[in-house]
């Protein structure tokens, strides 16, 4: 089993990602969706917790070399965020969605230095709005972000669109259409079910609007 899949499936055992068509789920936006995801439950669990760690390295190795830091965006990338910098042996800091309101006015939290390169670790990827907000102010700060990694995306045309014009690579674990995959064949769900969780990625909007139609 690929690495992508066996992600997927961890994912779906430990109930870090469900998948409901029949009954959605209500987003903070008021969206209804056939997918929920909390990625964080994958700390509770070793095997899990470790091989996602072993894949962000693999990444981070593959993909932007050696980068002086990681990043990881608040609050749900900062622990997964601190294994692989202690795995990389590199610097850690996190991003805050928005500064404090007291003291340092802090936005970005830890020790970082103009000029140096920085890989952005984050959990979820849904729109995209929060992630690139993260790599916004490492720039801002005038760090070279090299990219972002991230367990899962939603692959919406949103998220795509965003970080295309942001410039930002974008490097995940797992993702929508190999959780679909492998869903189906481990039998989480039939193939009626997994004809509709495909229709929501094309428009999650249109497909929340018709469910509450009903």
């Not at 929920?36 to 693999?58: A, M, Q, T």
């Not at 990219?147 to 795509?160: C, D, N, R, S």
């Amino acid at each position: 089993m690929q690495s992508k899949n066996r992600c997927a499936q961890y994912l779906l055992q430990i109930n870090a990602i469900k998948l409901n068509p029949s009954n959605p789920f209500t987003w903070a936006s008021g969206l209804k969706s056939p997918i929920y995801c909390d990625n964080r439950k994958s700390l509770s669990y070793p095997e899990v917790r470790d091989f996602i760690r072993d894949e962000f390295v693999k990444i981070v190795k593959t993909h932007y070399g050696n980068p002086d830091v990681i990043a990881g965006v608040a609050t749900g990338a900062i622990a997964m965020g601190v294994l692989v910098a202690h795995a990389l042996n590199k610097r850690f800091v996190y991003v805050r969605s928005e500064a404090k309101k007291h003291g340092m006015i802090n936005l970005i939290e830890g020790d970082i230095k103009e000029g140096q390169s920085v890989v952005v670790i984050e959990d979820l990827i849904s729109t995209g709005g929060s992630s690139l907000k993260a790599v916004q102010a490492l720039r801002e700060a005038n760090c070279k972000v090299l990219g972002m990694a991230a367990i899962f995306t939603y692959e919406l045309p949103k998220a795509l669109d965003a970080f295309a014009q942001e410039v930002v690579d974008l490097q995940t674990i797992t993702d929508y259409s190999h959780l679909l995959e492998t869903a189906l064949e481990i039998n989480y769900i039939n193939a009626k079910e997994f004809e509709t969780l495909k229709v929501w990625k094309k428009s999650p909007a249109d497909w929340s609007a018709k469910f509450e139609e009903k």
